[in-house]
């Protein structure tokens, strides 16, 4: 397989000097070129690495090298491709960029040589070579670590199995090009691995960003991927898991990391997830698994500041600071987004604070002054389609942002929200389609946080909507259509939205857009491979 070179390592713990899955090194014992190379294990480094790869394109900040080989941070960061990936394609964003590969998001056109998602296939498999090395090299030195990186890595082949389907899978670092596993076959090893990995992590506490273990996986992290997988596991599968999906989301629910529901100095509940301090404010006692950023300390173009400057542009810093310097003006809903919060569609041109009277949900954090029409006619202009909210470096609790430029604002790739919302979806399917009252109650905890009505019973429709409101422009919205059909296949003509398959009006598409391609340079290195069937 041929996965780039990764630079850059790990500072001080230059045990592996050209990390790839075909093209790599085991061994330690080698002479360096560089007599300052200092030839040892690094503990401490090659594990923060392991959590790192999904944070920061490389060592050296968002202006030095990343660590794929031939690509930036743009092109390869974890967080912006997972969002790239799970929403332009969708109803929920589109983009006005003309960058390679955004087009094709946005019409549902990508073929086997798209960069981005050739950029985030690599930066999945930097991860897994990263967590391969540690557990290879790190055994007996810590056992909790040991089986957060089992965690991790695990984590990383969620992505490839949910995005790329029958994928390459080595457990160990080899010079052999690996064998091709089924997605069937991934799903089962991702469970297996988990199960076998969560009894030596943490124990599951709220944390906060002056605690020790924020930031990092506890058992909570486990059970919340399992409940996630076994939502979808009909689809990875051919075999529905409503049972289990329900049992492992309750274990979240049922343990410390709770919603966050309390607002400070105006800032709604919701809102204080997604902002500057959300480490301190109060939202971490939701953040199963937070990335950690800081204007200083860990700069980067493609975590948290690509979610705040692609959909800002300078005209909405109208009524609160923002808290950066960066407006790219690129990402924007389509009409369907904000049609779950005004089904009439009839979402008015006003700022965030009367938008959300407007709605009666707090969740609604859009920005409609001097934007010209939903749905989104012209694909390449910012203004066409309202403007999100959702993210800004602004600190609830007063104060501002360590840098003018980057930002303090910590993604939380999981929070307790996903797991009320499974619970519910999963209560919903084993009971006819509609919810009983126990699954009624955790989404009327989601939106008494958001000061929304409730209901007595929800459909699994409805749930779907809910999941929307609540999860939107976090990355989840391309794998919830997909398992209700509404993505690709034959009832993809049932839900249309605004240049699904590239038509203005929507149209259809065939099942195999419901996987990416692998990579066409991968398929192209290593004859072990098959490609996706459409590709």
């Not at 061994?27 to 090659?46: Q, R, S």
């Not at 699954?439 to 409730?454: D, E, F, M, V």
Request: aromatic share 12%; glycine share 8%; charged share 20%.
């Amino acid at each position: 397989m041929n996965l780039r070179y990764f630079k850059n390592i790990i500072p001080a713990a230059v045990t592996l000097l050209a990390l790839g899955m075909s093209s790599c090194t085991k061994d330690l014992d080698v002479t360096p070129i560089d007599p300052g190379t200092i030839m040892e294990v690094d503990e401490a480094a090659l594990y923060s690495k392991c959590y790192a790869n999904m944070a920061l394109a490389g060592n050296t900040g968002a202006d030095g090298d990343c660590d794929i080989d031939g690509l930036d941070g743009g092109t390869s960061g974890f967080v912006r491709q997972m969002w790239n990936a799970g929403e332009l394609p969708t109803d929920e964003a589109i983009c006005a960029w003309g960058d390679p590969g955004i087009p094709a998001f946005n019409y549902n056109t990508w073929d086997a040589a798209h960069p981005m998602l050739m950029g985030f296939y690599y930066r999945l498999y930097a991860g897994i070579d990263f967590c391969n090395h540690y557990l290879d090299v790190c055994e007996g030195i810590d056992a909790t670590r040991y089986a957060e990186v089992r965690f991790l890595r695990a984590l990383y082949y969620y992505y490839l199995m949910d995005l790329y389907g029958n994928v390459p899978f080595a457990l160990e670092i080899s010079a052999e090009s690996p064998e091709q596993i089924s997605r069937a076959e991934l799903f089962n090893w991702i469970e297996s691995e988990l199960k076998e990995a969560v009894g030596s992590m943490l124990t599951p506490a709220a944390r906060t960003s002056s605690s020790d273990g924020y930031g990092r996986a506890d058992q909570d992290a486990a059970n919340l991927l399992l409940a996630r997988m076994y939502l979808n596991a009909e689809v990875y599968t051919g075999s529905a898991r409503w049972a289990d999906a329900k049992t492992y989301a309750e274990k979240v629910i049922n343990g410390p990391h709770k919603l966050h529901t309390t607002p400070v100095n105006g800032w709604t509940a919701y809102q204080m997830l997604f902002m500057g301090d959300n480490g301190e404010n109060g939202a971490s006692v939701e953040a199963i698994l937070p990335l950690l950023q800081d204007g200083v300390t860990t700069t980067a173009y493609c975590t948290t500041l690509f979610l705040m400057a692609s959909t800002w542009k300078s005209d909405m810093n109208t009524t609160s600071d923002y808290g950066s310097i960066e407006f790219w003006a690129g990402n924007r809903a389509r009409r369907p987004l904000l049609d779950k919060f005004f089904p009439t569609s009839d979402a008015p041109a006003v700022d965030t604070p009367e938008m959300q009277k407007a709605a009666g949900d707090d969740r609604a954090l859009f920005f409609g002054l001097g934007r010209k029409s939903l749905p989104v006619t012209v694909p390449t202009d910012f203004e066409y389609g309202y403007s999100v909210k959702k993210f800004r470096n602004t600190y609830a609790n007063g104060g501002s942002g360590h840098n003018s430029k980057f930002i303090d604002t910590d993604y939380f790739l999981m929070r307790s929200a996903e797991a009320y919302l499974i619970a519910a979806e999963a209560d919903a399917r084993l009971n006819g389609g509609r919810t009983t009252s126990a699954g009624s109650g955790y989404i009327n905890q989601l939106r008494y946080r958001a000061n929304a009505t409730t209901q007595s019973s929800y459909t699994t429709e409805e749930i779907l909507d809910e999941r929307a409101r609540e999860l939107y422009y976090e990355g989840f919205r391309r794998t919830d259509l997909i398992r209700y059909g509404y993505f690709g296949g034959s009832n993809s003509s049932k839900y249309l939205w605004e240049w699904k398959g590239g038509a203005e009006n929507g149209t259809s598409l065939p099942a195999y857009r419901n996987l990416y391609a692998i990579p066409a340079e991968d398929i192209n290195a290593n004859p072990k491979l098959t490609q996706n069937p459409g590709y």
